[in-house]
Nanobody
Framework: VQLVESGGGLVQAGGSLRLSCTASGILFSITTMGWYRQAPGNQREMVASITSDDSTNYADSVKGRFGISRGNTKNKVYLQMNNLEPDDTAVYYC??????????WGQGTQVTVSS
């Protein structure tokens, strides 16, 4: 399974960005896809996730501001980020959990929010 992210960039506080993740390869065992982030000096943390039946989960710090969704083909996942804050600055990683092979990761995309 390969995951490719896009959509990161530089935005002012209060602005919005939309991250995209496209999964390719053998996807039948994928159960949950999600977004994690890692800021310098911090551990990687879960931001949002969506299961195969479209149940979603969010970190408390992004609830009400971020929204995770799937594309119609189910191999795409999006993260709509609104009202961005400087503390949202991090490298954002797409993840895919396989029931058979563990977790796959994308290469990451940088999000920088200026104050």
């Amino acid at each position: 399974v390969q995951l490719v992210e896009s959509g990161g960039g530089l935005v002012q506080a209060g602005g919005s960005l939309r991250l995209s993740c496209t999964a390719s390869g053998i996807l039948f065992s994928i159960t949950t896809m999600g977004w994690y982030r890692q800021a310098p000096g911090n551990q990687r943390e879960m931001v949002a996730s969506i299961t195969s039946d479209d149940s979603t989960n969010y970190a408390d710090s992004v609830k009400g501001r971020f929204g995770i969704s799937r594309g119609n083909t189910k191999n795409k996942v999006y993260l709509q980020m609104n009202n961005l804050e400087p503390d949202d600055t991090a490298v954002y990683y797409c993840s895919a959990d396989s029931a058979l092979y563990g977790t796959y990761w994308g290469q990451g995309t940088q999000v920088t929010v200026s104050s």
